[in-house]
Nanobody
Framework: VQLQASGGGLVQTGGSLRLSCTAPRRIFNINAIGWYRQAPGQQRELVAQITRGGNTRYAGSVKGRFTISRDNAKNTIYLQMNNLKTADTGVYYC?????????????WGQGTQVTVSS
């Protein structure tokens, strides 16, 4: 696993968490890197993504509550999650676009559990 994610946990509705994902520089600089999540019984979905140039994209359900950012000096991205809802519960996976070393398959982190209780 080349993407190291951390920061999940248990929080009450309305609370906040911050996820971190660190990647090797080669992967960090490919282009887009971000977060997907998977709730029980559901498909994995994009939560937020940030490009090498700093452009961001969010799922509609998290806009205005989540903020993705990147620290190029640390090869790390962050996902600040505020005003969390029970619907945000799931396993969050760090994701990066692939390159020729991966056969252009994406890179995935090991997943970190986020549980929001009511």
């Amino acid at each position: 696993v080349q993407l190291q994610a951390s920061g999940g946990g248990l929080v009450q509705t309305g609370g906040s968490l911050r996820l971190s994902c660190t990647a090797p520089r080669r992967i960090f600089n490919i282009n887009a890197i971000g977060w997907y999540r998977q709730a029980p019984g559901q498909q994995r979905e994009l939560v937020a993504q940030i490009t090498r140039g700093g452009n961001t994209r969010y799922a509609g359900s998290v806009k205005g509550r989540f903020t993705i950012s990147r620290d190029n000096a640390k090869n790390t991205i962050y996902l600040q999650m505020n005003n969390l809802k029970t619907a945000d519960t799931g396993v969050y996976y760090c994701h990066a676009e692939g390159d020729h070393y991966s056969g252009y398959e994406p890179y995935w982190g090991q997943g970190t559990q986020v549980t929001v209780s009511s």
